[in-house]
């Protein structure tokens, strides 16, 4: 089914494990984002890539690696996880151009222990 | 460094209600979404406002831009129960108003 995939939807893991989220697009969009969502700050954008092989930061990217060698996919890797990473992760899309909004995948709630 | 501030974080509504939403932001910007979320759910677009007295609708919800006053309002008319939801505004920065910010997002419950 097209749309936008995440996986895993539910993550355990431990303190200085590197931990990789995954995300899956089937719309050719240009643009695809990682957010995380805790209680009471909304979503923070994380970093963003605009094509293939280009990405940038975002408000809270310290502690996060992405890469983009694909349109379709956007990996999110936490090199060594902590505590304070526990959180809901979102990935989205759009596609080029000036008025459309972003499209947000199912999320991946990740506890780090 | 850009701040986006909704108010009601919480509303609790009784159906049939009026209601507004509001979101005020710190710096320019011509870009202005709001989105809805259901509890343990992902984010579903619902208005995108790409200028000075951009006003949309949809349904029961009305979304409006002011870009002088950095305002931005969702209006509920007759509220009714299904759309108790969090509501968030996001202001758009840089290239395409790629690099969203949020607001913390307006919990709404909607009682009969």
């Known amino acids: 089914d097209a749309g936008i995939t995440q996986s895993p939807r539910y993550k355990i893991t431990e303190t200085g494990r590197q931990v990789t989220l995954m995300c899956h697009q089937t719309?050719?969009?240009?643009?695809m984002f990682w957010y995380r969502q805790d209680l009471g700050h909304g979503l923070r954008l994380i970093y963003y890539?605009?094509?293939?092989?280009?990405?940038d930061k975002g408000e809270v990217p310290d502690g996060y690696v992405v890469s983009r060698s694909k349109t379709e996919n956007f990996p999110l890797t936490l090199e060594s996880a902590t505590r304070s990473q526990t959180s809901v992760y979102f990935c989205a899309s759009r596609p080029g151009g000036d008025t459309d909004t972003q499209y947000f995948g199912p999320g991946t709630r990740l506890t780090v222990l | 460094e850009l701040k986006v501030e909704q108010n009601p974080l919480f509303l609790s509504m009784r159906e049939e209600k009026n209601y507004t939403i509001y979101c005020n932001y710190s710096?320019?910007?011509?870009?202005l979404y709001w989105y809805r979320q259901d509890p343990g759910k992902s984010l579903e677009s619902l208005f995108v406002l790409l200028s000075n007295g951009a006003v949309k609708q949809e349904g029961r919800l009305m979304a409006s831009l002011d870009t002088k006053a950095r305002l931005s309002t969702l209006h509920i008319t007759a509220a009714v129960h299904d759309l108790s939801a969090t509501y968030f505004c996001?202001?758009?920065?840089?290239?395409?108003?790629?690099?969203?910010?949020f607001g913390a997002g307006t919990i709404l419950r909607v009682k009969s």
């Open positions: 996001a202001v758009g920065r840089g290239r395409y108003g790629n690099k969203l910010v």
């Open positions: 890539s605009a094509a293939a092989d280009i990405t």
């Open positions: 719309w050719s969009h240009s643009y």
């Open positions: 710096t320019t910007s011509d870009r």
